[in-house]
């Protein structure tokens, strides 16, 4: 449970997130490369007083991670160009006086298949079917058995491997919010729990493999994969979006 004072400054951080990805957006299309998205991300949350909570995570070396087609996470910023039909998930943490923000999104780069349309759509919708299930007396179970029951009802893969998170001081904090599960199961939601629920769903098979640099994690199959991301914190009755507007 965070208070009153940490929900404000994780409120801070989570804008700051939002932000950057507004800020992002024009510069995703063709020809830019994922290291300049990672430098101008760098530089815009560095003028918002905070530090960009994945550099150096676990010896990370971007600021961001980006994340293209059959990449499903933590893909490291570097040489590769976006193409036009590509589609790219952005995961941006921020860092703002010791307290963390953390969202995804996933971005079409000029004109996109009707497939990875599909996909991008129905993982969106699947992230807000599980924060739905949000609110006191409701458990964590619930989340995930929402997320993967609509997954499964549009046909994704749902990365099991992979799972949303508590967050504050750390950007990874307990519980673990996984995208799959059984009603009535797992931690209970109390107010003031701040968790980070994020869907990853493949257009093909819920398997995935790690490449060789330890980081970037690809779908088995090679079919393209999303990933739809907010930070909310348990109110009295629901939630409250902290990487939103």
């Given at each position: 449970m965070k208070s009153d004072r940490e929900i404000e400054l994780l409120r801070v951080a989570g804008?700051?997130?939002?932000?950057?990805?507004?800020?992002?957006?024009?510069?995703?299309?063709?020809?830019?490369?994922?290291?300049?998205?990672?430098?101008?991300?760098?530089?815009?949350?560095?003028?918002?007083?905070?530090?960009?909570?994945?550099?150096?995570?676990?010896?990370?070396?971007?600021?961001?991670?980006?994340?293209?087609?059959?990449q499903v996470v933590h893909g490291i910023p570097g040489k590769t160009k976006l193409k036009n039909g590509d589609i790219i998930s952005i995961d941006i943490g921020a860092c703002f006086k010791?307290?963390?923000?953390?969202?995804?999104?996933?971005?079409?780069?000029?004109?996109?298949?009707?497939?990875?349309?599909?996909?991008?759509?129905?993982?969106?919708?699947?992230?807000?079917?599980?924060?739905?299930?949000?609110?006191?007396?409701?458990?964590?179970?619930?989340?995930?058995?929402?997320?993967?029951?609509?997954?499964?009802?549009?046909?994704?893969?749902?990365?099991?491997?992979?799972?949303?998170?508590?967050v504050g001081t750390s950007v990874h904090e307990d519980p673990e919010v996984p995208n799959y599960g059984l009603p009535h199961t797992g931690?209970?939601?109390r107010k003031g729990m701040v968790i980070a629920v994020e869907p990853m769903l493949n257009l093909g098979s819920k398997e995935i493999y790690v490449l060789d640099d330890e980081w970037t994690i690809e779908t088995a199959d090679g079919s393209p994969s999303a990933h739809f991301e907010h930070t909310v914190v348990v109110t009295e009755d629901g939630y409250q979006i902290l990487t939103g507007e």
């Amino acid at each position: 449970m965070k208070s009153d004072r940490e929900i404000e400054l994780l409120r801070v951080a989570g804008n700051i997130v939002y932000r950057t990805h507004q800020y992002l957006k024009p510069f995703i299309k063709e020809g830019i490369t994922t290291k300049e998205l990672d430098r101008l991300a760098e530089d815009f949350i560095r003028k918002q007083n905070a530090t960009p909570s994945f550099k150096g995570y676990d010896g990370f070396p971007g600021s961001i991670c980006t994340s293209i087609n059959n990449q499903v996470v933590h893909g490291i910023p570097g040489k590769t160009k976006l193409k036009n039909g590509d589609i790219i998930s952005i995961d941006i943490g921020a860092c703002f006086k010791g307290y963390h923000g953390d969202s995804a999104w996933t971005y079409a780069v000029g004109e996109i298949s009707d497939d990875k349309k599909y996909l991008m759509e129905h993982t969106e919708k699947a992230l807000f079917e599980g924060l739905k299930q949000i609110k006191p007396g409701n458990r964590i179970g619930d989340i995930g058995h929402a997320i993967e029951n609509y997954a499964k009802q549009h046909h994704l893969g749902v990365v099991e491997e992979l799972v949303g998170h508590g967050v504050g001081t750390s950007v990874h904090e307990d519980p673990e919010v996984p995208n799959y599960g059984l009603p009535h199961t797992g931690p209970k939601l109390r107010k003031g729990m701040v968790i980070a629920v994020e869907p990853m769903l493949n257009l093909g098979s819920k398997e995935i493999y790690v490449l060789d640099d330890e980081w970037t994690i690809e779908t088995a199959d090679g079919s393209p994969s999303a990933h739809f991301e907010h930070t909310v914190v348990v109110t009295e009755d629901g939630y409250q979006i902290l990487t939103g507007e």
